[in-house]
Nanobody
């Protein structure tokens, strides 16, 4: 398994969760990483991403200011800290990775990512 996401669960609106994604990729710093989600009856959408170097992060407008994406290249792990959760954040969350020639490449589209984790469910109750 190259990507394994975990940390989902049930949380009340306004609460927080941190998702993690453990990767078995090398060299990890050459993989742009992202989080996507797919809510009930919805298409999979980009949530947040981070370049291989870790110094550039980017977000879906719906989560900007509430979610923070980060990575630890030494631990080969991707994170997303989700605060002020809303019921509409309820979804299956996936981590994704794609090899890039530069450590500063941003990738925001579903088709831009070649590797996917199995998803972890986040449920936000009102």
């Amino acid at each position: 398994v190259q990507l394994q996401a975990f940390g989902g669960g049930l949380v009340q609106a306004g609460g927080s969760l941190r998702l993690s994604c453990a990767a078995s990729l090398h060299p990890f710093s050459h993989y742009a990483m992202g989080w996507f989600r797919q809510g009930p009856g919805k298409e999979r959408e980009f949530v947040a991403g981070v370049t291989g170097s870790g110094d550039i992060t980017y977000y879906n407008d719906d989560v900007k200011g509430r979610f923070t994406v980060s990575r630890d290249n030494a631990k080969k792990t991707l994170y997303v800290q989700m605060n002020s959760l809303k019921p509409e954040d309820t979804a299956l969350y996936y981590c994704a990775a794609t090899f890039t020639s530069s450590t500063r490449v941003r990738v925001t589209t579903t088709g831009g990512y070649k590797l996917w984790g199995q998803g972890t469910l986040v449920t936000v109750s009102s």
